[in-house]
């Protein structure tokens, strides 16, 4: 089992930004997807943005697309979403995903592909 930790989270005004990480528990950390999802209340679980284990591929849904740039640290088992022109209908919580089963698969935006996941963190964008 992974232990994903979110940090970052945090009120900020409409247009502003924000970075949210991601630190991993396991060494195996590069051998997996990793995502971001978010959770509006009274609201489904969304899927944000999705990185490949190497870094080489990314995928955003298109509500964020131009806004949100996910990243990833191998070296330091963190994964990152830096978060800018922020909206009010961005406030949700955040959080991270790993798809460790099995690695080096890119799970794309499928809640269900993810088998680990953070405990979230809070962001609330004021108009």
């Known amino acids: 089992q992974v232990q994903l930790v979110e940090s970052g989270g945090g009120l900020v005004q409409a247009g502003g930004s924000l970075r949210l990480s991601c630190a991993a528990s396991?060494?195996?950390?590069?051998?997996?997807?990793m995502a971001w999802f978010r959770q509006a209340p009274g609201q489904e679980r969304e899927f944000v943005a999705v990185?490949?284990?190497?870094?080489?591929?990314?995928y955003y849904a298109d509500s964020v697309k131009g806004r949100f740039t996910i990243s990833r640290d191998n070296a330091k088992n963190t994964v990152y979403l830096q978060m800018n022109t922020l909206k009010p209908e961005d406030t949700a919580v955040y959080y991270c995903?790993?798809?460790?089963?099995?690695?080096?698969?890119?799970?794309?935006?499928?809640?269900?592909?993810?088998?680990?996941w953070g405990q979230g963190t809070q962001v609330t964008v004021s108009s």
């Open positions: 995903a790993a798809n460790t089963k099995p690695p080096f698969a890119w799970p794309g935006p499928q809640t269900h592909r993810y088998d680990n």
């Open positions: 396991e060494r195996t950390f590069s051998t997996y997807s």
């Open positions: 990185i490949r284990w190497s870094g080489s591929s990314t």
